[in-house]
């Protein structure tokens, strides 16, 4: 939405600031879109969040299995057992 009156009051009134009251203006500014963006955050929508908790839950039993079949080492061929 755009208020180009209110845009003009603000820069106006910043006009008479001095650098440091910018610089604490400027802080309040950024912690207010943070605040923004923390709100619009849905952990329960986040792709990343969402692809750990979905697979197969024996994923630490087939770690040792997946690591050798990403090497090319077939169950068979391990010398180790």
Do not use: C
């Amino acid at each position: 939405m755009s208020n180009p009156a209110l845009k003009q009051e603000l820069i106006e009134k910043l006009d008479q600031l001095s650098e440091q009251e910018l610089t604490e203006v400027q802080r309040k500014i950024d912690l207010i879109r943070s605040e923004r963006h923390k709100r619009r955050y849905d952990p329960a929508k986040d792709a990343m969040l969402k692809g750990l908790f979905e697979g197969p839950p024996d994923l630490a039993e087939r770690s040792e299995e997946i690591l050798w079949e990403e090497f090319g080492i077939k169950k068979d061929d391990r010398t180790d057992e």
